[in-house]
């Protein structure tokens, strides 16, 4: 298995465009997560979805910041407009969430820079 | 507010000598908690994991003690190894499985 696959490895851009970064799971889990990591916070959960279905978005730092998984192998999270508070490394992660087992397994991350 | 805390953003150690990486947290609802282990440029990789019932849980030279009462767990290394040097995170859940909660990890340097 390939793992879980994020693109872009690294995104640049300018301070009011859209952003969209993109993962795919491993295929046959259920759940998907994505997390930002800063210096100042660790890894911080956004947004958790489960079979597609959204579970828990608290982690969303402004109406700025969406995520859609359309279906079970691809999942987008949009930041529209982009700041430069945004930037971080952005982390996808998918579980198989059986057996009472919780482990992620990560992609490689996209390193967000909003100048 | 941090729900899981690393309070030590690095640590450096003798190859062949133990590491002992220290996490607290603060929320009694936690069941599960985990340690990944992070190179540079790539995502964090699932190192081991203890479920509230247990108090230890070993994989050969990892080891991760959980003490409940103090809200503290420990990932102990041994013998460490050159090529455990990266970034170290603890990771908490409250067993439902769909919340996550990381500390600010960990810099590990095994000196060789």
């Known amino acids: 298995d390939a793992g879980v696959i994020q693109s872009p490895r690294h995104e640049v851009t300018e301070m009011g465009q859209e952003v969209t970064l993109r993962c795919k799971p491993i295929?046959?889990?259920?759940?998907l997560f994505w997390y930002r990591q800063t210096m100042m916070r660790g890894l911080e959960l956004l947004i958790y979805?489960?079979?597609?279905?959204?579970?828990?978005d608290s982690g969303m730092p402004e109406d700025r910041f969406s995520a859609k998984m359309p279906n079970a192998s691809f999942s987008t999270l949009k930041i529209q407009p982009s700041e430069p508070r945004d930037s971080a490394v952005y982390f996808c992660?998918?579980?198989?969430?059986?057996?009472?087992?919780?482990?992620?397994?990560f992609g490689p991350g996209t390193r967000l820079t909003v100048t | 507010d941090q729900q899981v805390k690393q309070n030590s953003p690095s640590l450096s150690v003798q190859e062949g000598r133990i590491s002992i990486l220290n996490c607290d947290y603060t929320n009694s609802m936690f069941d599960y908690f985990l340690w990944y282990k992070k190179y540079p440029a790539e995502g964090p990789t699932f190192l081991i994991s203890?479920?509230?019932?247990?108090d230890k849980n070993e994989d050969g030279r990892f080891t991760v003690f959980l003490n409940k009462s103090a809200k503290h767990l420990s990932l102990h290394i041994v013998p460490s190894q050159p090529g455990d040097s990266a970034v170290y995170f603890c990771?908490?859940?409250?067993?439902?499985?769909?919340?996550?909660?990381f500390g600010t990890g960990t810099s590990l340097t095994v000196i060789p």
């Open positions: 992660a998918s579980s198989p969430q059986a057996g009472g087992s919780y482990e992620q397994y």
């Open positions: 203890i479920s509230s019932i247990k």
């Open positions: 990771a908490a859940t409250p067993n439902t499985g769909n919340q996550f909660y």
């Open positions: 979805f489960n079979n597609n279905v959204p579970i828990d």
């Open positions: 295929s046959g889990h259920n759940s």
